[in-house]
């Protein structure tokens, strides 16, 4: 009788210490290093020079400083060099845990196995002991397989170390940065020699961009970030690396200006970054779209996604409202990060991107509040969609929401621009404008334009309803109520379940948060599920009576819109 022969229990499968996040961290940081290095480059080649001045002494000192800028040219390349095979080596290392994952399981499986054979071993006798003799075969064949696997794992390991070690060692000292990239062209400079003007069509940005190779597109991301990280069709993920670049060297630099500004626009991708997906339980990726921290004379502009702008099918651009500067990034994130959470629960076969868009100089709560800063901000929102439109290989849903004084900002950029947006929905507005007399006059299918009041909300109670519009008198108003029966606008619920208790400004603020109708029905709508969007009766204005509306008699609900208990 054939004996029943196992294999030794499967070796441990070593610990693989990596931390791919930290180690993208350590490539950004590089990169940023590398701009820091290129601007010095670039001073000493230009504004450093001192052109009008002439004699022995200006002949001497450029003569002391052009080898500082050769210098600082050679390491500005050698820290991009770094910094990309570092991005290599997280990537590689990733590809390594998850194969490690496998071998970890296998490993597992191999010594449950032998233990069940071991185990039934004694005593087998007949069609049972030739079962195991047959059981313990296989597991040989198993383990042989796992040894094979586990070694070229290891060795994968080692050489993936080895490399990354190398690139180090090959430039430790400022010589051998010297000896290799000393005099060598910097790939950025042609590109941006060909980079279209400002004001160019966003359609010639995407072609510029997509014109160049890989290598210069690597370079110019680090050599001229704020070149293209602000720039309307220029992809969301090129954008993001240059932007990146240009906040993690202002929050390098104590002298910096608007050093508060980049600290706000941190902590917001923090707090994206910080979210977990519901569905896949990986980190929600964030995106920096617009980093331009001295904008409107200080206030700053910054723009941030929850998700993949380049590719989610559906994307939402989160309007705000008053008194909002790049200080109320945090704020933004939060509203813009749940919106993206709750796509993801009531859509989860579907990808999401939510940008907030701090991209227009919104008023002041202590001003004369007017339509003027919103006419300018519909301009500048509609650039955005354009070029969030023309960046694009594949279309998506794209939905623009306006909250607030957003609202009216968003009802310009319809009415003046033509957004290009799918779904124009609208949350506590108080008006979207005084051109804009109802949902026809925005340039979409009133049938995709959307509205949401909390019946307790002050701010929604300003714009103008029945027969008599402050629009007329000195242009004071902002508009027509869009929830009104006259607009025609498509009224969702969005009352609160606390409204009885809640003060006027909390009213207001709650539209974006979790288990709300409002936040319910906006998802919904960004997620293309128009069937399952709860509508609410309209507000109507009598001849008889000031404006009635029937939402404040209705009992509000809290729908489930983050998946816990």
Known sequence: MTDVVLPPLPTAVPELLADEADLHGCAAALRAASAQVDDLGTFVAGRARLADWYGVAATSYRGTIAPIGRRADAMSLALRAVARRVDVHADELGRLRRRRDDLVAECASLAQGIA??????????????????????????????????????????????????????????????????????????????????????????????????????LAVVVAAPGAIGNRDGIPARARHAANTIALDRDLADPTCPWRENARAADRARREIAGRTDPVTGEPVPAQVLIYDPGAFDGEGRVAIAAGDLDTADNVAVLVPGLDTTAQSAETYAERAGTLHEAARVLGPDQTNATLFWIGYDAPDITEVVSEDSAAAGGARLADTIDGLRASRVVPAHLTAIGYSYGSTTLGHGAHDHGLAADDLVVVGSPGLGGDTDSAADLGIDPHHVWAGANSHDPIALLGNDGSVHLELLGGLGLGDDPVEDDFGANRFTAESVTRDEDTPLESHVKYFEHDTESLANMTRIVIGDYGEVRHA??????????????????????PDTDGRP
């Not at 690139?167 to 910097?186: I, M, S, W």
């Open 116 to 217: 069940s054979v071991r185990d039934r071993a004694p005593g087998a006798v007949g069609p049972e002991h030739a079962l195991l003799v047959r059981e313990a075969q296989a597991l040989h064949g198993r383990a042989a397989a796992y040894a094979r696997d586990l070694t070229a794992w290891t060795d994968a390991v080692e050489a993936e170390e080895l490399a990354m070690v190398s690139v180090f060692e090959r430039l430790l000292t400022p010589e051998q940065v010297e000896d290799r990239y000393g005099g060598v062209a910097d790939p950025a400079d042609d590109a941006l020699a060909s980079l279209p003007g400002p004001g160019a069509d966003p359609g010639d940005l995407r072609d510029w961009w997509h014109g160049l190779t890989r290598a210069q597109q």
């Open 537 to 558: 009766d309209h507000v109507h204005d009598p001849w008889y009576s000031g404006p009635q509306d029937p939402e404040g008699r209705r009992q509000p609900t809290a």
